[in-house]
């Protein structure tokens, strides 16, 4: 039995016929490669191919690949090519090979620009409709778990939620105070800075008290943990999700809502309100340094007309802010960590994901608590 792989090339007229003998197989990969490359030249010129198998005792992949590679060389130059005499063992594995990589996309027609512009609209609203499925089916199933908590105390994973107050509370106050402080400072020198102009600057400390303590405290924190730990949320959810880690909790009867979802939710709805407090108080003491070396105004002048510009209601605003805040970006968070398929560019875009979408409902939950907060006089 022949097992040197050989090629017979014969023209006859303008039909070049190929007989190809012997072992076609990846063993003899740099003889088959040597041997088709012999007759590029005449497959070229001629106008017809005929592949004659008869002669081939051994064929894998490789060999029946080399083949079709002839034969499309062929065909691609608008000239026939047939193969004959192909053994019915090697039949299959001839036309798996032959429709390897014949899927042309058809071309897509160009789009108007405003049924373009229309179908990206749908898309949007469509992908709007899913986030907010998302965002419902995952504050149901917390729901769910907090009931399950409240009649089952011990299920509560206390271990769990202490970590996390400990990651998003405790370990978040020296940035939450460093950049409230600084925005504080900032807000009370452009006031000293233009209020001067009109003799207003006893005014600043107004501007600085109400709008620390009602808006900005609240939401530069809120901004802040939604970048910090939300991120972190999703991250984390979704490396456990790529590593089916949750798919094991719920092949083991766990919930991982109750287990890996509950305890963070808790955990910022917990911090957050602390943390818009010493932000808040961060912003208040920036402002009154800055009015002391820049406006020449004393600390008890300072704390004198910050008693007389703002109540407590101007805190209570604030502060009934947060944990909604906190929910809205804990329940975005986790939701995208769910979300995340198998491969580090999902987790990266659904990380991105989260960090876009729950600061943008940190920012239309501030507007409509400022509106509801208008309507009833606070």
Same mark, same amino acid.
């Given at each position: 039995?022949?097992?040197?792989?050989?090629?017979?090339?014969?023209?006859?007229?303008?039909?070049?016929?190929?007989?190809?003998?012997?072992?076609?197989?990846?063993?003899?990969?740099?003889?088959?490669?040597?041997?088709?490359?012999?007759?590029?030249?005449? !497959? %070229?010129?001629?106008?017809? #191919?005929? #592949? %004659?198998?008869?002669?081939?005792?051994?064929?894998?992949?490789?060999?029946?690949?080399?083949?079709?590679?002839?034969?499309?060389?062929?065909?691609? $130059?608008?000239? +026939?090519?047939?193969? @004959?005499?192909?053994?019915?063992?090697?039949?299959?594995?001839?036309?798996?090979?032959?429709?390897?990589?014949?899927?042309?996309?058809?071309?897509?027609?160009?789009?108007?620009?405003? /049924?373009?512009?229309?179908?990206?609209?749908?898309?949007?609203?469509?992908?709007?409709? *899913?986030?907010?499925?998302?965002? !419902?089916?995952?504050?149901?199933?917390?729901?769910?778990?907090?009931?399950?908590?409240?009649?089952? =105390? +011990?299920?509560?994973?206390?271990?769990?939620?202490?970590?996390?107050?400990? +990651?998003?509370?405790?370990?978040?106050?020296?940035?939450? $105070?460093?950049?409230?402080?600084?925005?504080?400072?900032?807000? $009370?020198?452009?006031?000293?800075?233009?209020?001067?102009?009109?003799?207003?600057?006893?005014? /600043?400390?107004?501007?600085?008290?109400?709008?620390?303590?009602?808006?900005?405290?609240?939401?530069? @924190?809120?901004?802040?943990?939604?970048?910090?730990?939300?991120?972190?949320?999703?991250?984390?959810?979704?490396?456990?999700?790529?590593? *089916? *880690?949750?798919?094991?909790?719920?092949?083991?009867?766990? %919930?991982?809502?109750?287990?890996?979802? !509950?305890?963070?939710?808790?955990?910022? @709805?917990?911090?957050? =309100?602390?943390?818009?407090?010493?932000?808040?108080? $961060?912003? #208040?003491?920036?402002?009154?340094?800055?009015?002391? !070396?820049?406006?020449?105004?004393?600390?008890?002048?300072?704390?004198?007309?910050?008693?007389?510009?703002?109540?407590?209601?101007?805190?209570?605003?604030?502060?009934?802010?947060?944990?909604?805040?906190?929910?809205?970006?804990?329940?975005?968070?986790?939701?995208?960590?769910?979300?995340?398929?198998?491969?580090?560019?999902?987790?990266?875009?659904?990380?991105?994901?989260?960090?876009?979408?729950?600061?943008?409902?940190?920012? @239309?939950? %501030?507007?409509?608590?400022?509106?509801?907060?208008?309507?009833?006089?606070?």
């Amino acid at each position: 039995m022949a097992t040197t792989p050989q090629l017979t090339a014969t023209a006859s007229g303008d039909v070049l016929e190929l007989r190809p003998a012997g072992s076609w197989t990846a063993a003899n990969v740099t003889t088959l490669e040597a041997l088709s490359g012999t007759v590029a030249a005449q !497959l %070229d010129r001629s106008k017809a #191919l005929r #592949l %004659d198998m008869a002669g081939v005792r051994e064929l894998d992949t490789l060999g029946a690949w080399l083949i079709e590679k002839m034969s499309r060389r062929a065909t691609s $130059a608008g000239r +026939r090519a047939e193969i @004959v005499g192909v053994a019915d063992n090697y039949a299959g594995l001839i036309q798996e090979v032959h429709h390897v990589n014949r899927h042309n996309p058809a071309p897509v027609p160009a789009l108007n620009p405003v /049924v373009a512009n229309l179908n990206e609209i749908g898309r949007a609203a469509v992908g709007a409709r *899913e986030d907010v499925a998302a965002f !419902l089916e995952m504050l149901g199933s917390l729901f769910l778990a907090l009931v399950g908590v409240l009649r089952r =105390p +011990r299920s509560l994973r206390l271990t769990s939620l202490v970590y996390q107050l400990y +990651r998003v509370g405790w370990q978040a106050i020296p940035i939450m $105070a460093l950049i409230t402080f600084l925005i504080g400072a900032i807000i $009370a020198q452009q006031g000293f800075f233009h209020f001067r102009k009109f003799g207003a600057d006893s005014y /600043v400390v107004d501007m600085v008290g109400i709008l620390v303590l009602r808006e900005l405290g609240v939401l530069i @924190v809120a901004i802040m943990v939604a970048g910090r730990s939300g991120s972190a949320y999703t991250a984390e959810l979704g490396s456990m999700k790529m590593r *089916e *880690e949750i798919d094991a909790l719920s092949t083991m009867g766990l %919930d991982p809502i109750e287990v890996l979802i !509950l305890p963070r939710i808790i955990a910022l @709805v917990v911090a957050l =309100p602390i943390l818009s407090f010493i932000g808040s108080m $961060a912003a #208040l003491y920036g402002g009154g340094l800055v009015a002391q !070396l820049y406006g020449g105004m004393g600390p008890a002048i300072y704390i004198a007309r910050l008693h007389d510009a703002v109540s407590v209601t101007s805190f209570e605003v604030g502060i009934i802010k947060a944990p909604f805040m906190a929910l809205a970006i804990g329940i975005v968070a986790c939701s995208e960590g769910l979300r995340v398929k198998g491969s580090a560019e999902s987790l990266g875009k659904q990380t991105t994901t989260s960090v876009v979408k729950s600061i943008f409902l940190v920012i @239309v939950l %501030d507007g409509l608590f400022a509106i509801f907060f208008a309507s009833i006089g606070m």
